[in-house]
């Protein structure tokens, strides 16, 4: 006899899945997306200025640009400096904690700074040549002033952090500095200065016993970066030539190799500071919105950057893409995506097939697309919001593909909207998922139910702006714990008139997919799912998610197509 509800159950919501099967098969017309182009900008930079005459034979300016000592003698770029007084330059004080910084504690360590932004056609500041083939456009001079596209506009921040023994003027950061001032950007770029503090490179990451040898000057090292991004905003929030034309409620960061991890730290990463893995915040900065990692540093898989398991991680919510290459081995993918999974909020992570260590040229037009549509979408462009959302790669340029994705829901909530909530519960292996407060109250204090991480947004009863969401709980014969949730009256009335079904009421309201089974461009689509009566208790979840619904099909889930379509 249970056998047989179960079964007939299970039937009953075959038919139900066949009323969505001809959305499920339906290509998101905004699933690829056309490149982005150059910026509208021209750029300007802060004063940089230098006296190259001061390179001994045998050097380059790039050592001091890069902080690589000569012997016992220190060299960094505040040494070719030609006009100190008017370069962006702070002193940091490094906090006494033995654990963190094993020999600069409360020590002060200097930093310099590289600022470029949004300028005008006719910035009369020359180009400033460098050695390397280089130059920084429109660079002031002496005490020139920023000259700006116009006398008004507010520009978002860029923090940018560079790569492992790099710098701000080594080419192949310089360009795609210049290139995010193009779009509108107020890029300040720390010049790390790494080789200062440890006696680690690009080649020897990877390498686990130098690793372990140098391991407390490489702790130290990248706390000091966690330390000079936080002071590169305060520096240039306060200073008089900026702080007036930045808008410093929309910050955030790009970070190249160890600078995703650097900028991951700012926000209150745990960094991984013994061999035995154990993790320890640095700092916690509330002001990034935003961070996109272009081939970010991990770790490696024995020996991960925020602590076991990648535990150093947990409670960050600061919204991250990562855009990591498959064939990179100094920051491997497969720490990314362990890393990537413990975030909470908004989280990220393309792949490059093939790309190694290094910005990859054929795949540029790819890396600035999503980076500018991810910073939009989490400095408060809705429509960014939505795009990226859906789409799951970049027309032409290299091999993109879309490995993780998530996006929560936009704050504030806009009248009329509603936060659903998903819970999942070990015992059945089930989900549910509540829009009702008292609800999520009394689920969150309990220990049976728990989030999954997982929310859309949907409308209020009675708000008008869709069709209510009918709801049901399944009665014992069929499953112990099940709702199932539809806006479709067709559906509704089936499961209304099934015996195997409590009708619950009228739970909150959604918008429905367009007659093609497509969303409008200014909606999420929240794909339904059916477990396929495994266990002979049937099971939904309704996810906004594209590679959380791909890993449910790959586990037998049948995919029933946009259900929903959720606001941003």
């Not at 995919?559 to 941003?568: I, K, M, N, Q």
């Amino acid at each position: 006899m249970k056998r047989s509800s179960a079964s007939g159950g299970a039937a009953s919501l075959v038919v139900i899945a066949g009323l969505a099967l001809t959305s499920a098969a339906v290509a998101d017309p905004m699933a690829i997306v056309a490149p982005l182009p150059p910026g509208a900008y021209p750029v300007g930079c802060s004063n940089v200025e230098q006296d190259f005459s001061r390179v001994q034979p045998g050097e380059t300016a790039q050592q001091y640009w890069e902080g690589y000592p000569s012997g016992s003698r220190e060299r960094y770029v505040e040494q070719l400096l030609a006009d100190p007084g008017n370069v962006l330059r702070a002193g940091i004080t490094i906090p006494d904690d033995r654990e963190l910084f094993v020999d600069r504690a409360t020590s002060v360590v200097e930093y310099d700074f590289l600022v470029c932004y949004p300028t005008g056609a006719g910035n009369p500041y020359p180009d400033y040549p460098l050695p390397t083939g280089n130059v920084v456009p429109h660079m002031q001079r002496g005490a020139d002033p920023p000259l700006w596209p116009d006398s008004t506009s507010r520009w978002p921040v860029l923090l940018f952090s560079h790569g492992l023994g790099g710098s701000p003027l080594t080419p192949e950061y310089l360009n795609p500095l210049t290139r995010l001032a193009s779009y509108g950007f107020v890029v300040i770029a720390p010049f790390h200065g790494d080789p200062r503090f440890a006696d680690v490179n690009i080649e020897n990451l990877s390498d686990a016993l130098y690793a372990i040898v140098h391991f407390p000057t490489y702790v130290e090292m990248q706390s000091i970066r966690a330390l000079s991004t936080t002071v590169a905003l305060d520096m240039l929030l306060a200073d008089p030539r900026f702080q007036g034309r930045i808008d410093a409620d929309r910050i955030a960061g790009f970070g190249a190799s160890l600078g995703g991890e650097t900028l991951l730290l700012q926000v209150g990463a745990k960094l991984t500071v013994s061999i035995g893995l154990s993790s320890k915040q640095v700092i916690a900065d509330p002001r990034l919105k935003a961070i996109v990692g272009y081939v970010p540093y991990f770790g490696q898989l024995f020996f991960p950057a925020f602590g076991r398991d990648q535990n150093g991680l947990d409670g960050i919510a600061v919204p991250f893409l990562g855009i990591s290459g498959t064939a990179d081995t100094t920051a491997p993918v497969g720490p990314a995506i362990e890393g990537v999974q413990r975030l909470g909020g908004s989280r990220y992570l393309v792949t490059l097939e093939g790309v190694t260590h290094h910005f990859d040229i054929p795949s540029t037009n790819d890396i600035f697309t999503w980076t500018l549509i991810a910073t939009a979408a989490h400095l408060g462009d809705r429509g960014a919001r939505v795009q990226l959302a859906r789409m799951t790669n970049v027309a032409g340029g290299g091999d993109d593909r879309l490995l993780i994705d998530y996006t929560a829901p936009a704050l504030p909530f806009l009248p009329g909207e509603v936060d659903v909530v998903e819970y999942h519960r070990d015992l059945t292996d089930h989900y549910f998922m509540t829009s009702i407060p008292l609800e999520i109250a009394a689920l969150d204090a309990g220990s049976e139910w728990l989030r999954t991480g997982t929310e859309f947004k949907a409308f209020a009863l009675g708000s008008g702006l869709g069709l209510p969401a009918c709801r049901f709980f399944s009665m014992p014969a069929l499953s112990p714990d099940t709702h199932f949730f539809t806006i479709n009256p067709v559906e509704c009335n089936i499961v209304r008139a099934s015996p195997l079904w409590l009708f619950e009421g009228f739970v909150f309201e959604a918008q429905p997919p367009q007659t093609d089974g497509n969303c409008p461009a200014d909606r999420i689509p929240v794909t339904r799912l059916y477990n396929n009566g495994m266990n002979r208790q049937p099971n939904h979840r309704f996810l906004t998610s594209k590679s959380e619904t791909a890993a449910m099909q790959a586990e037998g889930w049948i995919l029933e197509g946009p259900v929903f379509c959720a606001a941003p």
